[in-house]
């Protein structure tokens, strides 16, 4: 991540990430016992646990020991080696509504990460993704069935509408700091320019209290030399003008 006012934006999107992220995970787990067997959300209820305390975790690293870097690295790796594959497999791969999950790591790749760690990260989605998906393919054992048709669309809309919650409140609170920047950059600018227009009127004010005695002196030289002088008087009055 790079430093200054980006990095700054960066953190505050961190700190969103995981607190929207937090909630969102726990109205998951909820959802779980809601629309799946016992049996199946009793798998992917852990997965969740343990997600939540990774970002408990790394809200304490991110925000009392200042390491933001290595909290968003450590999350974005969780998410997409290991929270997202895993949620596809036991959500029933395309019945349920994890493919609407993996989009959001990627989302995430692009939000929080900048220069040569972008393209590690969008990279690393890109494979996980392609090996996820060409895992299912091959092996459908791994795939956990949905119970029925209804809770497969009850589970697709249930996370169509998180992850579109998720995804606008991150973009939102992006927008406001961008627009708030916007706003101190702009105000920033009226200050240095009336700084600029204050500078003006002052050299154009000194300029003109320097040049009215000078204009005044070389007058008074120029009717001084039409008189007669000694020779060392006038050459006294021209190195004056």
């Given amino acids: 991540m790079v430093q200054g006012k980006g990095s700054d934006m960066r953190e505050s999107m961190l700190r969103t990430i995981l607190l929207i992220g937090g909630l969102a995970t726990i109205v998951a787990s909820a959802q779980c016992f809601l629309v ?6 009793m798998m992917l209820v ?3 646990i343990g ?4 970002m408990a975790g790394c809200q304490v690293v991110a ?32 019945e349920g509504g994890a493919s609407v999950w993996l989009a959001l790591g990627i989302i995430y790749v692009f939000l929080m990460f900048r220069g040569k760690k972008f393209w590690g990260f969008l990279a690393l989605a890109i494979v996980m993704y392609v090996i996820t998906y060409g895992l299912a393919i091959y092996n459908p054992e791994l795939v956990v069935p949905m ?3 209804k809770v497969a669309y009850g589970d697709s809309l249930f996370s169509v509408i998180t992850v579109g919650m998720v995804a606008g409140a991150v973009l939102k609170v992006h927008m406001r700091m961008f627009e708030e920047e916007h706003r101190q ?3 920033q600018r009226d200050e240095l320019q009336k700084s600029r227009d204050a500078r003006n ?3 154009a004010n000194m300029s ?3 040049r009215t005695p000078i204009n005044t002196i070389c007058g008074m030289s120029e009717i001084v030399l039409r008189e007669e002088l000694p020779y060392s008087m006038k050459e006294n009055v021209l190195n004056i003008q």
């Fill in 208 to 210: 003109h209290e320097i």
């Fill in 201 to 203: 009127v002052f050299f």
């Fill in 63 to 94: 925000f009392k020991y200042r390491k933001y870097e290595l909290a968003g690295t450590v999350i974005g790796i969780i998410l997409l080696v290991i929270v997202f594959p895993d949620l596809f497999y036991m959500s029933g791969g395309l």
């Fill in 147 to 149: 119970l029925s048709r």
């Fill in 185 to 187: 950059n702009i105000a």
């Fill in 36 to 41: 799946m067997e016992l049996d199946k959300s």
């Fill in 51 to 54: 997600l939540l305390v990774v």
């Fill in 46 to 48: 852990p997965v969740l």
